[in-house]
């Protein structure tokens, strides 16, 4: 099956700086890829995805990157705000396989 | 409309006993997934309901799990002879493919 490796594994910024998190794929057919966001004690809540015919997508403060070559694809966070820190999780589908999810703190 | 809903939200059980974790997917969805998340970690596919297709059990830990799903809709999970290590939250999420997923809130069992 699909094996999605995700990092860094915690990640903390100042507000107002960027956030970049990364994920890896192993199976070239896999071709959507979602990130989901999760606050402490909350279900996970998509806040962008990227199908595989597109290499960038961007939404207001994120943006998601996608490499089907080095099949590899980031999240990207500009002007952070407290309210951004959460748990993000990558997935790769086909089925939905997701890496082991991102802590990110924000400090005010 | 009306989201994902599990229940119950929260079970206590004690090791041995048999649980059983139920999921109402979003009216129509045809997929159906079920995850798990231990303290901290990240989610652990479990199992994956398609339409009629023969669902995925490829993620379950130990034949002490099993899922079913009646008429395409309402899953159930099944954990027989619970362990300590099972006590998880366990995440139900439907879509209506090709994605992307919408997640219950999740049930917190706890075995002790």
């Known amino acids: 099956g699909e094996n999605v490796e995700q990092h860094p594994s915690t990640l903390s910024v100042q507000e107002g700086d960027s956030a970049v998190i990364k994920c890896t794929y192993s199976?070239?057919?896999?071709?959507?890829f979602p990130w989901y966001k999760q606050e402490l004690g909350k279900r996970p809540q998509l806040i962008i995805d990227?199908?595989?015919?597109?290499g960038e997508k961007k939404d207001q403060r994120i943006a998601v990157t996608l490499n089907k070559t080095a099949k590899h694809f980031s999240l990207h966070i500009t002007e952070t705000q407290p309210e951004d820190s959460a748990v993000y999780f990558c997935?790769?589908?086909?089925?939905?396989?997701f890496g082991r999810g991102t802590q990110l703190t924000v400090w005010p | 409309g009306a989201g994902v809903s599990q229940s119950p939200s929260n079970k206590v059980t004690e090791k041995g006993k048999d649980v059983e974790l139920r999921c109402d997917p979003i009216?129509?969805?045809?997929?159906l997934y079920w995850y798990r998340q231990s303290l901290g970690q990240g989610l652990e596919f479990l199992i994956y309901?398609?339409?009629?297709?023969?669902?995925?059990k490829s993620g379950l830990p130990s034949d002490r799990f099993s899922a079913e799903r009646t008429g395409g809709s309402v899953s159930t999970l099944t954990i027989q002879r619970t362990q300590q290590e099972d006590s998880a939250v366990y995440l139900c999420?439907?879509?209506?493919?090709?994605?992307?997923?919408?997640f219950g809130n999740g049930t917190r069992l706890t075995v002790t």
């Open positions: 999420a439907s879509s209506l493919l090709p994605l992307p997923l919408h």
């Open positions: 199976d070239s057919a896999s071709n959507y």
């Open positions: 990227i199908r595989s015919n597109v």
């Open positions: 997935a790769a589908a086909g089925r939905l396989y």
């Open positions: 009216s129509g969805h045809t997929a």
């Open positions: 309901f398609q339409g009629n297709s023969a669902p995925d």
